[in-house]
């Protein structure tokens, strides 16, 4: 598992570089990944939009930052996303902006696609569900946490709609209403996650 992690390092972007990427694609009408249909390229130029308003706009907690920064070791955080994917353009500008505001922090994108083995060692319920935040200790690349898909609220919900969806509701019509919990929610879900994720690691991680 080791070499899969360093491979996938090893192929990861910043996140400012993950960001010009997806506005390159955005231009030439094509996205991350084999499937170039209409409907993910579609998504893409939502996902570039809504990045781009977030990363002006994302307010990430005091607190959560003095947690994180308090950690007293280094960490990279990997985290797997691709451009089509409206969950990721809604959770990683606040994952990249904290991760930005702790000195001890490094953030880096792998795309899904492009690093399967890595994926496929962190499945949820047995699916490659993105994003996926996989948090290691710098110095040995241990991994001592992950995060993702989504905020746990909105999961169950994803969950039961792909278990039993009503017959009058599309994909399409459940994604909608998915990003208007999103700009209801303004990542408070998220940030709680978070908040739980690194009080465990820093009463469980030695130094």
């Known amino acids: ?37 209409e409907v993910l390229v579609n998504f893409t130029k939502l996902n570039y939009k809504r990045m781009t308003r977030l990363n002006k706009t ?18 990279k955080w990997v985290v797997v996303a691709e451009a089509w994917c409206g969950d990721a353009a809604q959770n990683i500008p606040y994952i990249a902006l904290l991760a930005k505001a702790c000195a001890n922090v490094e953030i880096r994108i792998v795309l899904r696609d492009e690093n399967l083995d890595f994926m496929d060692n962190h499945l949820t319920k047995g699916a490659r569900s993105i994003p996926k935040a996989v948090i290691f200790k710098a110095d040995d690349l241990k991994e001592i946490a992950s995060w993702g898909p989504r905020p746990a609220i909105i999961q169950e919900q994803v969950m039961a709609f792909k278990k039993d969806a009503p017959i009058d509701l599309s994909y399409e019509k459940f994604a909608e209403s998915m990003h208007g919990w999103y700009a209801k929610d303004k990542n408070k879900s998220l940030e709680t996650e978070l908040f739980t994720i690194f009080h ?6 030695p130094v």
């Open 1 to 37: 598992m080791k070499t899969t992690n360093l491979n996938a390092i090893a192929n990861s972007i910043s996140y400012g570089t993950y960001i010009e990427l997806v506005g390159k694609l955005v231009e030439t009408n094509a996205t991350t990944g084999p499937d170039q249909s």
């Open 58 to 75: 994302v307010h990430v907690s005091d607190q959560l930052i003095e947690t994180v920064s308090s950690l007293p070791f280094n960490m």
């Open 200 to 205: 465990s690691i820093k009463e469980t991680t």
